[in-house]
T-cell receptor, first 114, second 112 residues
Framework: DVKVTQSSRYLVKRTGEKVFLECVQDMDHENMFWYRQDPGLGLRLIYFSYDVKMKEKGDIPEGYSVSREKKERFSLILESASTNQTSMYLC?????????????FGPGTRLTVT | GQQVMQIPQYQHVQEGEDFTTYCNSSTTLSNIQWYKQRPGGHPVFLIQLVKSGEVKKQKRLTFQFGEAKKNSSLHITATQTTDVGTYFCAGRNTGTASKLTFGTGTRLQVTL
């Protein structure tokens, strides 16, 4: 079974703090994704990576950065957390290529910025 | 950019009733996927549709992809309490092999 793990289920941070969200997958997937989920808005793509050290902006990259130094690990960084970044953050992974493969999601991190 | 809308946003049915959620894209899609998220859980892949007009069934669930590949639907026959959750469609544009645009989701509540 594909397993995608996220470093924390719940996180509380203060405005202005630098926040790191970690995601690890164990299926040697090429693609990894970070989404945020807000009520009524569905899942919105922040960044994705299709290879080590490669990244592409999603639909809402402002205020976020990412790092992928190893194939299995994809980190989301909030350089200076703000209250409007309070949300559920979901990491996902999938096989690469043009096949349009399903995405496997981690359990999510509920981040509260106070 | 691409937008994917789903209706309704929420539906409450009694067990045994049917349920349908509709997904509409602002652009033509190369394929569409459906996911289910149980309360407190994470999205789990259900199915992918690729061909224009395609219909696929999984037990009581029927998925359709529109002829123009801009809309899709999920129909559940005779809902059960185990169907409770939020259903998301996710569309993929031609040329963006990896990137999915998720719909806004339909939350289904089923009561006895």
């Amino acid at each position: 079974d594909v397993k995608v793990t996220q470093s924390s289920r719940y996180l509380v941070k203060r405005t202005g703090e630098k926040v790191f969200l970690e995601c690890v997958q164990d299926m040697d997937h090429e693609n990894m994704f970070w989404y945020r989920q807000d009520p009524g808005l569905g899942l919105r793509l922040i960044y994705f990576s299709y290879d080590v050290k490669m990244k592409e902006k999603g639909d809402i990259p402002e205020g976020y950065s990412v790092s992928r130094e190893k194939k299995e690990r994809f980190s989301l960084i909030l350089e200076s957390a703000s209250t409007n970044q309070t949300s559920m953050y979901l990491c996902a992974s999938s096989l690469g290529g043009t096949g349009g493969y399903e995405q496997y999601f981690g359990p999510g991190t509920r981040l509260t910025v106070t | 950019g691409q937008q994917v809308m789903q209706i309704p946003q929420y539906q409450h049915v009694q067990e045994g009733e049917d349920f349908t959620t509709y997904c509409n894209s602002s652009t033509t899609l190369s394929n569409i996927q459906w996911y289910k998220q149980r309360p407190g859980g994470h999205p789990v892949f259900l199915i992918q549709l690729v061909k224009s007009g395609e219909v696929k069934k999984q037990k009581r669930l029927t998925f359709q992809f529109g002829e123009a590949k801009k809309n899709s639907s999920l129909h559940i026959t005779a809902t059960q309490t185990t169907d409770v959750g939020t259903y998301f469609c996710a569309g993929r544009n031609t040329g963006t092999a990896s990137k999915l645009t998720f719909g806004t989701g339909t939350r289904l509540q089923v009561t006895l």
